[in-house]
């Protein structure tokens, strides 16, 4: 599963998920609900660019 | 028309006034800003942001007066919000349009998207450097403060930090640095700190450790606003490690609005409360201070006390500008109580106090809800609720 990078920095690591958002870890980035923001500056999942 | 000033060897400041600015984006500015730009001559040279799109052609013109633009070799934006790269068309345009645009990875994104054109950008990352002749440029992303394009660049001879918006102030005089204005400036740093960066406070506190880590020689701090840092570039450091650890003091902000002077009476009532306890109080109506001006007492004050009327089973609309604006924010560490006035349904104290919640601020009281004109009783309840606001604070702060 990728790692994706938000445009504030942010990585959204799928092995840690976002626990304070009810996101268990393990959820692909894929797999987010479309109504999740990133947690830090509030971009939603669009502004995510995979990482390599 | 701005005079370029040498500000170290070969490095000019020719970026522009704007006197006349009272209002930047929702923020107050009484004295003006400046939007700073500069020039850094040497084998290549150099031109580190620009200004506001109107400032144009004064900028070109202060250019002038020190070389030829056309002999600009490289331009570096920092910072892609438009007061800072609303002249780089005309840059571009009057230097060669190919000439190449330092920028980071989001700011090449953020300049493709603000002029829907492309630029002949060379994307740099923090730790990149370019070298140019006996000169050293580095670079340090710093995503979030306050977008996600902003970067510092930095003169490694020298030891110049060109630092974008952050350390900036708006303020437009006829001084141009910490040691020709002393104390005075603080102020209007301190108002940009917490009406532009005050969110970003945990990344401001990252920002430190690591510029610290990196044991940066920091003998001049240009920001893109105001002031430059060349006395002491130590305390607007020290100012900002102290202004994102949001520490409470012993101040209470009083913030209110009111349609028949109810809500007011019961505001006085608090703040005499708070008073009579020795604890420092601001008493602020939300119509005769500006949103920005209510942050930026809010930044060290360790609570806050909310008082809105009901107006159509709601807040009254200006304390909702207030508050949003304040909640954007996320100021941290604070305790808050609600009070108002109403007439038959009274929602303005549970909106609030829901606000409150959303803000994680520490409630401390269920506030206190006056029917029409508070009479004597009501306002013993609302000088009680300043005491104990003012009480709760000291015992947190002891
Ligand atoms: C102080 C400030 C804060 C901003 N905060 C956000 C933000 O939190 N999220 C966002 O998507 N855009 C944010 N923006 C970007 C603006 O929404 C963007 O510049 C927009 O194009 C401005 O539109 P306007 O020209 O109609 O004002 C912010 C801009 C400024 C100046
Ligand atoms: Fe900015
Ligand atoms: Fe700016
Ligand atoms: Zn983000």
New interface residues.
């Given amino acids: 599963m990728s790692k994706y990078e938000c445009v504030c920095g942010y990585v959204y690591d799928p092995a840690n998920g976002d626990p304070d958002n009810g996101i268990a870890p393990g959820t692909a980035f894929e797999n987010l609900p479309g109504d999740w923001v990133c947690p830090i500056c509030g971009a939603a999942k669009d502004n995510f660019e995979k990482m390599d | 028309m701005y005079k370029p000033i040498e500000i170290a060897d070969g490095i000019y400041s020719v970026g522009c006034r704007d006197w006349d600015i009272r209002d930047f984006h929702g923020y107050s500015t009484y004295e003006g800003t400046t939007y700073n730009a500069f020039l850094v001559l040497g084998e290549k040279n150099i031109l580190i942001d620009t200004v506001k799109e109107k400032f144009g052609d004064e900028l070109i013109s202060n250019i002038s007066r020190i070389i030829d633009p056309q002999k600009i070799d490289i331009v570096i934006s920092n910072h892609t919000e438009m007061d800072h790269s609303g002249a780089i068309p005309k840059v571009l345009q009057t230097i060669g349009k190919d000439k190449p645009l330092y920028c980071s990875k989001?700011g090449a994104k953020n300049l493709k998207s603000h002029f829907n054109r492309d630029f002949n950008f060379k994307v740099v990352g923090s730790g990149d450097e370019l070298k140019v002749g006996n000169r050293t440029i580095s670079f340090l992303?710093t995503?979030?403060l306050h977008w996600?394009d902003s970067m510092f660049t930095y003169l490694v001879e020298g030891g110049i930090l060109f630092s974008s918006d952050a350390f900036g102030q708006h303020y437009a005089g006829d001084k141009f640095f910490d040691d020709e204005i002393g104390d005075e400036i603080i102020p209007h740093a301190r108002k940009y700190y917490a009406n532009i960066l005050l969110h970003f406070s945990p990344r401001v506190q990252a920002l430190l450790k690591d510029v610290t880590k990196m044991n940066l020689k920091l003998n001049m701090i240009c920001p893109d606003h105001g002031i430059i840092w060349r006395d002491n570039p130590s305390k607007i450091i020290d100012c900002y490690d102290k202004w994102s650890k949001q520490e409470p003091t012993k101040k209470v902000v009083v913030i209110f609005d009111s349609m028949w002077d109810s809500t007011t009476k019961m505001a006085r009532a608090i703040t005499s409360g708070i008073e009579s306890e020795d604890v420092h109080v601001r008493l602020m109506n939300t119509r005769k201070w500006h949103r920005s001006d209510i942050m930026t007492e809010i930044i060290d004050a360790g609570a806050i006390a909310v008082g809105s009327p009901t107006l159509n089973n709601s807040i009254f609309p200006v304390i909702a500008d207030v508050m949003t604006y304040i909640k954007g924010l996320r100021p941290q560490n604070k305790i808050a109580a609600a009070f108002g006035s109403y007439g038959w349904s009274g929602e303005a104290v549970n909106i609030l106090n829901k606000e409150f919640a959303e803000m994680k601020l520490d409630i401390i009281d269920e506030g206190v809800k006056v029917q029409y004109v508070p009479d004597e009783n009501d306002l013993n309840r609302c000088f009680d609720l300043g005491v104990k606001i003012a009480k709760t604070l000291k015992e947190r702060l002891a």
């Fill in positions: 989001m992303e995503r979030m996600p």
